[in-house]
């Protein structure tokens, strides 16, 4: 980062002034990221810039915050750069094998937590850093929760958000459904990969896993997989809730009914998208 006007003293509000300059092309909430930044770098909450702006960090402080500036220009996400994202009210640890959770997915969390039935047999499929399935483990301790994922260092960090949040989770290094025993399962819950290849809005999420993100020319390849083995694996009535992107419920609704599915319906996050469908598997079907 420039010194903040060659001369002046280095406080807070000229660091923070500056870096707002220096972030204002590459984020659209520069003057939040700069602040986030710089609290991290002293180490301590925000509150302690405005209580302080005439403060004047450390040189060991000023280089952290410029070495977390010089990775934000560059696309970083302030998630990564602090390894910690709120989730649900919760803290979970993040790095760059896993998609940062989104206020999007609360909408398939508080969907599952209100409509799974008590004592049930629960799987979070491709958890990443098990965002859905640590707060599925808190907020329905009846329930026995599993996750699967196929990045085993994903795994590891859903591991370590499990134990950080004392949560009783089976971590599964597995694809989709592919670890589960036909029948043995009430409720399958997963925010898959939706995103087209080639959608524009990927290039402003170049730092997170393509895996997590980008699933095939219309974006649902993943959730057809999904769909595909999910009658195998429900039990007769489980239930099946998944996360899609804001235009896509109306296909996942045909996937849901094409493959056999009832009550299928769509649910909207706050925004007013239809960001989750769900079905139940037919009970008495075979198949
Ligand atoms: N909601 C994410 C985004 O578009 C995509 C997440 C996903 O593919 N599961 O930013």
């Given at each position: 980062?420039?010194?903040?006007?060659?001369?002046?003293?280095?406080?807070?509000?000229a660091?923070?002034?500056?870096?707002r300059?220096?972030?204002?092309?590459?984020s659209?909430?520069?003057?939040?990221?700069?602040?986030?930044?710089?609290?991290?770098?002293?180490?301590?909450?925000?509150?302690?810039?405005?209580a302080?702006?005439?403060?004047?960090?450390?040189?060991s402080?000023?280089?952290?915050?410029?070495d977390?500036?010089?990775?934000?220009?560059?696309?970083t996400?302030?998630?990564?750069?602090?390894?910690?994202?709120?989730?649900?009210?919760?803290?979970?640890?993040?790095?760059p094998?896993?998609?940062?959770?989104?206020?999007?997915?609360?909408?398939?969390?508080?969907?599952?937590?209100?409509?799974?039935?008590?004592?049930?047999?629960?799987?979070?499929?491709?958890?990443?850093s098990?965002?859905?399935?640590?707060?599925?483990?808190?907020?329905?301790?009846?329930?026995?929760?599993?996750?699967?994922d196929?990045?085993f260092?994903?795994l590891?960090?859903?591991?370590g958000?499990?134990?950080?949040?004392?949560?009783?989770?089976?971590?599964?290094?597995?694809d989709?459904?592919?670890?589960?025993?036909?029948?043995?399962?009430?409720?399958?819950?997963?925010?898959?990969?939706?995103v087209?290849?080639?959608?524009?809005?990927?290039?402003?999420?170049?730092?997170?896993?393509?895996?997590?993100?980008?699933s095939?020319?219309?974006?649902?390849?993943?959730?057809?997989?999904?769909?595909?083995?999910?009658?195998?694996?429900l039990?007769?009535?489980?239930?099946?809730?998944?996360?899609?992107?804001?235009?896509?419920?109306?296909a996942?609704?045909a996937?849901?009914?094409?493959?056999?599915?009832?009550?299928?319906?769509?649910?909207?996050?706050?925004?007013?998208?239809?960001?989750?469908?769900?079905?139940q598997?037919?009970?008495?079907?075979l198949?």
């Amino acid at each position: 980062m420039s010194d903040p006007e060659s001369g002046s003293r280095a406080t807070i509000a000229a660091l923070l002034r500056a870096a707002r300059a220096q972030l204002a092309e590459r984020s659209d909430s520069a003057a939040l990221d700069a602040e986030v930044l710089l609290a991290a770098a002293l180490g301590k909450p925000r509150s302690f810039l405005y209580a302080w702006p005439d403060h004047e960090p450390t040189t060991s402080v000023r280089a952290r915050f410029e070495d977390a500036l010089t990775a934000r220009s560059s696309g970083t996400p302030v998630a990564y750069t602090l390894g910690v994202k709120e989730f649900f009210g919760i803290d979970l640890a993040v790095d760059p094998s896993v998609l940062i959770p989104r206020p999007d997915t609360e909408t398939l969390v508080e969907c599952a937590i209100e409509r799974i039935p008590p004592d049930a047999v629960v799987v979070d499929l491709g958890t990443g850093s098990g965002a859905v399935a640590v707060v599925l483990a808190r907020e329905r301790p009846d329930c026995r929760m599993m996750a699967t994922d196929r990045s085993f260092q994903a795994l590891r960090v859903a591991q370590g958000n499990g134990r950080h949040h004392a949560c009783r989770v089976n971590w599964l290094c597995a694809d989709w459904t592919a670890a589960l025993a036909a029948q043995s399962v009430d409720a399958l819950v997963s925010n898959p990969p939706y995103v087209a290849e080639g959608d524009p809005h990927l290039a402003a999420l170049a730092a997170e896993p393509a895996s997590a993100l980008v699933s095939g020319p219309d974006g649902l390849d993943a959730i057809r997989a999904i769909i595909g083995d999910a009658g195998r694996v429900l039990r007769p009535g489980g239930l099946l809730l998944l996360e899609h992107g804001w235009d896509q419920a109306e296909a996942v609704r045909a996937l849901l009914s094409d493959a056999g599915f009832e009550a299928v319906e769509s649910v909207m996050d706050l925004n007013g998208h239809e960001r989750v469908s769900v079905g139940q598997r037919a009970v008495g079907a075979l198949r």
